[in-house]
């Protein structure tokens, strides 16, 4: 069907944007941000929107995370007759210049979580390597993806609790991927579940004053990578004859006594880049940590990525982190804040991780479920 997109030159299909090139329901397109107060990232928001043009349901998110608390906000609706109006309810994304300032909105709600944020890029964006997978001779992943380093200013209110929002002192990141992205079921409320091999992954970001770092991979056994891709990044504009890439990069994890779950304390990355340089990554996990769980990543309570909820549909709760039965919900897969120190420079940014049974380190561990 026709959209106001359709004005607009671009189009790689013989039909209307609102239509992709592959019938596979596993085809999505999503928006992820996250922000965070520095020095301290003792606070974390998340926010996020799918779009399932295969589905016929755009779906989304937002929370945050502080003071041993998690609230989180979670929103569905048909993707029918608006398909490509970035808006569910009381919840909007909008895009006011692209690669440069993004609008954030959650407008009151029964939740008690609201906000009103602009997301400035302080960093040039970068690319990820293509993602492709098959499995049993079926295309399961096949997805581009970007991210960008950047900083916010607005507000968040929380339960009549404002917090203004300033660039000074909070940085955030963003994401952006589109196309079939590999299912990950980890509700044990809905099964069947996602079987993983052993494993250990880490998508890490940080932000310093005139550059930023992108550094992501997966292996299967220590040192036996099945995917990298990452990138030194420079200032908004600033341009470069060529990228610097991450050619490889080796880890020590030191995790936290947490009886709960997987808890990064601090690492050390040695990573190696295509301009020649090697550099050795000191990071240290900071309070703020929002668990991916609040926002349906590997699904919810019998609530998936994607799933047809009817025409509108929202629900919110707060979780008390430290309650083992909620620890046990919500796994590993977070966002965590971190200190980053390379050489005399000090950044901050993000970190996700896990690690599955079977990997050949980290053995203390893997009691945990990872994603």
Not at 193 to 221: I, M, N, S
Not at 290 to 319: A, P, Q, R, T
Not at 333 to 338: K, M, N, P, Q, R
């Amino acid at each position: 069907m026709l959209s106001k997109q359709d004005d607009f030159i671009g189009h790689q299909l013989p039909t209307t944007f609102d239509h992709v090139m592959s019938s596979d329901p596993a085809w999505m397109e999503r928006l992820w941000y996250t922000g965070h107060p520095v020095p301290g990232g003792d606070f974390i928001f998340d926010i996020g929107l799918g779009w399932h043009p295969n589905r016929n349901v755009m779906d989304g998110f937002a929370g945050v995370a502080f003071r041993s608390k998690q609230h989180n906000f979670r929103v569905s609706r048909r993707l029918r007759p608006y398909p490509l109006e970035t808006t569910i309810g009381p919840l909007t994304i909008e895009i006011l210049e692209g690669m440069r300032r993004h609008r954030l909105t959650l407008q009151p709600n029964e939740s008690g979580l609201a906000f009103d944020l602009e997301f400035q890029a302080t960093m040039n964006p970068h690319e990820e390597g293509e993602h492709f997978r098959r499995r049993g001779g079926r295309v399961t992943e096949h997805m581009a993806r970007a991210q960008q380093l950047g900083a916010y200013r607005g507000w968040i209110e929380i339960a009549g609790e404002r917090r203004e929002i300033t660039p000074v002192d909070w940085l955030g990141q963003r994401d952006h991927s589109w196309g079939i992205r590999a299912e990950m079921r980890t509700d044990e409320t809905n099964p069947p579940l996602t079987f993983y091999p052993p494993f250990f992954y880490c998508w890490t970001t940080a932000q310093f004053r005139d550059r930023g770092l992108h550094v992501f991979f997966k292996e299967r056994a220590p040192g036996e990578k099945i995917y990298l891709s990452g990138e030194e990044v420079r200032t908004i504009g600033t341009r470069t004859k060529e990228s610097v890439r991450l050619e490889d990069v080796s880890h020590d994890i030191t995790w936290s006594k947490d009886q709960l779950g997987q808890t990064l304390e601090r690492a050390e990355f040695e990573a190696r880049f295509s301009d020649g340089s090697t550099r050795k990554l000191k990071i240290r996990a900071l309070p703020g940590r929002y668990f991916l769980k609040g926002g349906l990543y590997g699904g919810l309570n019998g609530w998936s990525h994607g799933d047809d909820k009817g025409k509108f549909y929202s629900e919110h709760d707060v979780w008390t982190l430290a309650e083992p039965e909620t620890r046990k919900l919500v796994r590993t897969l977070s966002d965590h804040v971190i200190e980053v120190t390379d050489g005399d420079e000090v950044g901050y940014g993000i970190v996700e991780y896990g690690v599955g049974k079977g990997y050949a380190r980290y053995a203390e561990v893997q009691g945990h479920p990872p994603i």
